[in-house]
């Protein structure tokens, strides 16, 4: 994901579709699953690894700054369908 110009507003700014950012895309994408999966992967055969719901969100939040240069991560929870969001962990 190309970091926005500190001049250019958020509004203007739109992807290229060029060839060479179609593939930074797929390579950026297919990093992102890899990544998902090997979460996912660890959390079904090594189930202590994330034996917590602070656990599980601070990976995922790792996941998401490998790939991108983000100041903020805020990750919600629910505990079923009927139960309202609750913040889980924030990266700030």
């Not at 999966?37 to 990976?59: L, M, R, W």
């Amino acid at each position: 994901m190309r970091k926005l110009k500190e001049h250019q507003e958020f509004q203007t700014w739109q992807p290229s579709g060029a060839e060479g950012d179609a593939a930074a895309r797929l390579k950026e994408f297919q990093s992102l699953s890899a990544d998902i999966v090997g979460f996912f992967h660890t959390q079904i055969f090594a189930p202590s690894v994330y034996d917590s719901n602070e656990k599980i969100c601070q990976a995922f939040s790792d996941i998401l700054l490998r790939q991108w240069d983000l100041c903020t991560i805020i990750t919600f929870m629910r505990h079923g369908a009927e139960q309202p969001l609750r913040e889980f962990h924030a990266h700030i």
